[in-house]
């Protein structure tokens, strides 16, 4: 029989070569660093996201879980996919649509300081290209800068899907959108037919002409919808690329289409618009005498996220098929 000691002495061998062996093998690290080459695919690992923005490639957490976003646009686009930002600006506080969503969230006011950021210790950071603080937040945590309208809002739901890890759960808010729209988009053509659509939003020099991708119910509008504007809206605010017009009142009849949904800028010296509603022009367009006129909410369809956007819908197609 084996003595002790002997049993001993194999069972230290044994362990020994099962060291040696696994030692041998190659290992795979728990976490990654290797860069995305493109914005289409990013750069997966354990732990981050490799993300190309307009400040450069950036770590992103895999799910990140205390998001502060200073570029006011984006914030419905992450809470649609799950991800409750801890942290924004006034502006969306004061959306009708979007303030239902902010219970908890730390209103930052309209210019965020800082020192406040750094205390919520957050772990993203998402902010216009033009920030002027974007040094100091990347200082405070991984920070990605996006520039308005660089995507359409189809695409920009993709991004930030990609960006944290919620690809799945972009995929199926675009689904949802997507059903919901081929099931209105037929009844809203039959009522409007070939009659023409306009967002006006008069300010203290003018009136601002909106076009198919600066917010305002232009997405919905023109882009989902399929509806039309003027030939000169069409030309100068949707063809051109520029999102919007800028135009006298002298040559609002060539804007003004049969339906107009309209509100204030607002901020500007002339916050009611009083200059141009109260203007014959205005109270002879075609669409005023026939009741076709519909105000929107300047603050909450100033956004064109997925819940924003949702909201919005269900208004522009009621007011488009009803009246």
Same mark, same amino acid.
């Given at each position: 029989?084996?003595?002790?000691?002997?049993?001993?002495?194999?069972?230290?061998?044994?362990?020994?070569?099962?060291?040696?062996?696994?030692?041998?093998?190659?290992?795979?690290?728990?976490?990654?660093?290797?860069?995305?080459?493109?914005?289409?695919?990013?750069?997966?690992?354990?732990?981050?996201?490799?993300?190309?923005?307009?400040?450069?490639?950036?770590?992103?957490?895999?799910?990140?879980?205390?998001?502060?976003?200073?570029?006011?646009?984006?914030?419905?686009? =992450?809470?649609?996919?799950?991800? %409750?930002?801890?942290? $924004?600006? &006034?502006?969306?506080?004061?959306? !009708?649509?979007?303030? *239902? @969503?902010?219970?908890?969230?730390?209103?930052?006011?309209?210019?965020?300081?800082?020192?406040?950021?750094?205390?919520?210790?957050?772990?993203?950071?998402?902010?216009?290209?033009?920030?002027?603080?974007?040094?100091?937040?990347?200082?405070?945590?991984?920070?990605?800068?996006?520039?308005?309208?660089?995507?359409?809002?189809?695409? =920009?739901?993709?991004?930030?899907? %990609?960006?944290?890890? $919620?690809? &799945?759960?972009?995929?199926?808010? !675009?689904?949802?959108? *997507? @059903?919901?729209?081929?099931?209105?988009?037929?009844?809203?053509?039959?009522?409007?037919?070939?009659?023409?659509?306009?967002?006006?939003?008069?300010?203290?020099?003018?009136?601002?002409?909106?076009?198919?991708?600066?917010?305002?119910?232009?997405?919905?509008?023109?882009?989902?919808?399929?509806?039309?504007?003027?030939?000169?809206?069409?030309?100068?605010?949707?063809?051109?690329?520029?999102?919007?017009?800028?135009?006298?009142?002298?040559?609002?009849?060539?804007?003004?289409?049969?339906?107009?949904?309209?509100?204030?800028?607002?901020?500007?010296?002339?916050?009611?618009?009083?200059?141009?509603?109260?203007?014959?022009?205005?109270?002879?367009?075609?669409?005023?005498?026939?009741?076709?006129?519909?105000?929107?909410?300047?603050?909450?369809?100033?956004?064109?996220?997925?819940?924003?956007?949702?909201?919005?819908?269900?208004?522009?197609?009621?007011?488009?098929?009803?009246?």
């Amino acid at each position: 029989m084996y003595s002790i000691k002997k049993v001993s002495i194999i069972l230290t061998t044994i362990v020994l070569i099962a060291i040696l062996a696994a030692c041998g093998q190659s290992t795979t690290p728990t976490s990654s660093t290797s860069i995305s080459t493109s914005t289409d695919t990013p750069a997966t690992t354990n732990k981050t996201i490799t993300y190309k923005a307009a400040n450069g490639e950036v770590q992103v957490p895999g799910h990140p879980q205390r998001v502060v976003v200073i570029a006011d646009s984006y914030y419905g686009y =992450l809470y649609a996919l799950g991800i %409750k930002p801890i942290a $924004t600006i &006034d502006y969306v506080f004061q959306s !009708a649509i979007l303030k *239902e @969503t902010t219970e908890g969230v730390t209103n930052l006011g309209n210019n965020p300081d800082v020192e406040k950021v750094l205390a919520l210790n957050p772990d993203l950071i998402v902010v216009w290209d033009n920030d002027e603080n974007i040094e100091n937040y990347e200082q405070i945590a991984p920070t990605v800068a996006i520039k308005y309208g660089q995507y359409t809002y189809k695409e =920009l739901l993709q991004e930030f899907g %990609k960006m944290t890890g $919620t690809e &799945d759960k972009a995929k199926e808010v !675009a689904a949802a959108w *997507e @059903t919901k729209i081929n099931k209105l988009k037929p009844q809203v053509q039959a009522a409007v037919g070939d009659k023409t659509v306009s967002i006006l939003q008069p300010y203290a020099k003018g009136i601002y002409a909106m076009g198919d991708t600066y917010g305002r119910g232009g997405e919905i509008i023109y882009q989902a919808l399929g509806l039309k504007g003027t030939p000169m809206l069409q030309k100068e605010a949707i063809d051109s690329g520029k999102g919007f017009a800028s135009l006298s009142l002298e040559n609002l009849p060539d804007f003004a289409g049969d339906y107009i949904f309209t509100s204030p800028w607002g901020g500007d010296g002339d916050k009611d618009g009083s200059n141009v509603y109260n203007s014959s022009l205005w109270k002879d367009l075609p669409a005023v005498k026939n009741n076709h006129v519909f105000k929107i909410d300047p603050v909450a369809y100033y956004f064109n996220d997925p819940i924003s956007m949702n909201g919005q819908l269900d208004y522009i197609v009621k007011c488009l098929t009803q009246s």
